[in-house]
């Protein structure tokens, strides 16, 4: 994932999990981004829409004002992807990474 005039991207960097290889990265709006969704208190954007054929209508991962979002991807083989997402404020940022990347860090995938 690359940074554009709307979202900022830290370099992906590669992760294991469970014996999953994968990539992880940490997302937040620009701080120059000003669209937003009509009564949003804040800039809106989505920056990951998948639609699932059962259980779910769809899932929309999307960043609000100076919300931080660590994203997850990993392969889990027979071509399923999992997508783990961490999200905090930036006052509360390396508290939520801190408490957070231990339980992702256990996660087992059957």
């Not at 709307?6 to 669209?35: C, M, N, W």
């Not at 009564?39 to 100076?66: C, H, K, N, W």
């Not at 961490?86 to 339980?103: F, R």
Request: hydrophobic share 45%.
């Amino acid at each position: 994932m690359k940074s554009g005039p709307d979202v900022q991207a830290t370099p992906a960097a590669d992760i294991e999990i469970d014996g999953h290889v994968g990539k992880v990265v940490d997302l937040q709006l620009s701080p120059r981004y000003t669209r937003s969704c009509l009564g949003a208190a804040a800039p809106i954007e989505d920056v990951l829409m998948s639609t699932f054929p059962r259980d779910f209508g769809f899932y929309t991962l999307s960043l609000e004002g100076t919300e931080r979002v660590r994203l997850v991807l990993l392969d889990l083989g027979g071509g399923d992807v999992v997508g783990i997402a961490i999200e905090a404020s930036p006052a509360n940022w390396q508290a939520m990474l801190n408490d957070a990347t231990p339980i992702v860090q256990s996660f087992t995938f059957k």
